[in-house]
């Protein structure tokens, strides 16, 4: 007879116990940037990726609410909304605007946001990305200019200066590069320089490539 009241008593603390107090806390199983990508496009959506069905009520707890999301980062436009997939787990995030080029950002998930089964993340959860550059170069400066051009000295060396660092590997004579004389385009090489100094339409600070074109031979006198 005691053993079965001891069985009762038992099952009346098992079950007057709250059930979230069981509960499983939910995790990130996955984000779109990854932890620590590179070269991000700027337009990349995010997502984050919950273990297990999430409060999607819109109250303060839910993923679908914004103040449980920030984003930080020089530029970081501000989060205007959290739509979550009930079939993926997944909540995207939307901004105001697309991300600035070249710059690192820091993504939380705070750890107020729980599970339909009441249960919340045992901690919050951060990731980092930096974006790609996006910004076009431009060209500064042309040697000979182009008003000069009807007067360049046949051995003078053509010189242009982009407004930032360029991948020296997509240089060529053939289609990237050309300097044409009316008939053919020129061989030659390229000598790759920078430079921080203002020119030309380029302010001074940043780095800046010169690329020369070398070609093979002098050029000839009255071609264009």
Do not use: W
């Not at 997939?85 to 105001?96: E, H, K, P, R, Y």
């Not at 710059?103 to 946001?113: A, D, G, I, P």
């Not at 339409?201 to 690329?211: F, L, R, Y």
């Amino acid at each position: 007879m005691k053993s079965v009241i001891r069985f009762i008593f038992l099952l009346i603390f098992i079950f007057g116990v709250s059930s979230s107090a069981f509960a499983v806390a939910p995790t990130v199983t996955a984000t779109v940037p990854a932890n620590n990508a590179t070269l991000v496009a700027t337009a990349t959506p995010i997502t984050i990726t919950f273990s297990m069905d999430m409060l999607h009520n819109g109250s303060a707890n839910a993923v679908n609410t914004t103040s449980n999301y920030t984003i930080t980062g020089s530029g970081a436009p501000a989060i205007t909304g959290a739509a979550y997939n009930t079939g993926t787990f997944t909540v995207t995030i939307s901004l105001a605007s697309a991300l600035p080029s070249s710059t690192t950002f820091t993504v939380t998930v705070k750890s107020t946001v729980q599970s339909t089964a009441g249960s919340a993340m045992a901690a919050a959860k951060t990731f980092s990305f930096t974006t790609r550059d996006e910004i076009p170069p431009t060209v500064c400066t042309t040697l000979p200019t182009p008003t000069g051009m009807s007067t360049k000295n046949t051995a003078e060396p053509v010189k242009i200066t982009f407004s930032e660092l360029m991948n020296q590997s997509t240089f060529n004579t053939s289609s990237t590069f050309t300097v044409n004389d009316g008939t053919i385009n020129i061989g030659g090489t390229f000598t790759f320089t920078t430079t921080t100094a203002a020119t030309g339409s380029c302010s001074g600070s940043a780095t800046k490539q010169i690329v020369q074109f070398n070609p093979s031979s002098a050029l000839q006198d009255g071609k264009t």
